[in-house]
């Protein structure tokens, strides 16, 4: 059994915080911390924007960068988003990028892959 399932029993037991910490030789945050339920969702919002903020994908896989810094509008289309990808064109030089929004991320990297080019070719030779 884990500190958690320990501290959950003691609870379901009736005992207060303050037993819980004498027996078990814990703070009385680190009991409300065990307590919690809601901790794994916490951490897992807190992994989330601390890996949007200082990773990125690359073909090769993940690297750290510093980005720069997040704007509160899509840096293409002005539009105010919760939610920010950042785009960059260049492996090398991570930094340079930009903050976009979900619509204008996809259209960015259907650019960098020369998408809209064949688009442009194939509606050409429809006409």
Same mark, same amino acid.
């Given at each position: 059994?884990?500190?958690?399932?320990?501290?959950?029993?003691?609870?379901?037991?009736?005992?207060?915080?303050?037993?819980?910490?004498?027996?078990?030789?814990?703070?009385?945050?680190?009991?409300?911390?065990?307590? !919690?339920?809601? =901790?794994?969702?916490?951490?897992?919002?807190? #992994?989330? $924007?601390?890996? =949007?903020?200082?990773?990125?994908?690359?073909?090769?896989? #993940?690297?750290?960068?510093?980005? $720069?810094? $997040?704007?509160?509008?899509?840096?293409?289309?002005?539009?105010?988003?919760? =939610?920010?990808?950042?785009?960059?064109?260049?492996?090398?030089?991570?930094?340079?990028?930009?903050?976009?929004?979900?619509?204008?991320?996809?259209?960015?990297?259907?650019?960098?892959? !020369?998408?809209?080019?064949?688009?442009? !070719?194939?509606?050409?030779?429809? $006409?």
């Amino acid at each position: 059994m884990n500190r958690a399932e320990q501290v959950k029993t003691m609870k379901d037991e009736g005992l207060s915080i303050k037993e819980i910490t004498e027996i078990l030789g814990l703070s009385e945050s680190r009991i409300r911390y065990l307590n !919690d339920p809601l =901790r794994k969702e916490k951490r897992k919002t807190y #992994r989330n $924007r601390y890996n =949007r903020k200082h990773w990125i994908s690359t073909p090769n896989g #993940r690297m750290r960068a510093e980005k $720069r810094a $997040r704007p509160d509008t899509c840096e293409l289309c002005s539009k105010a988003v919760a =939610r920010l990808d950042y785009h960059h064109w260049d492996n090398e030089q991570p930094h340079l990028g930009l903050w976009l929004c979900i619509s204008c991320h996809i259209f960015a990297g259907r650019v960098d892959n !020369d998408m809209v080019n064949k688009y442009l !070719d194939l509606k050409g030779s429809i $006409r």
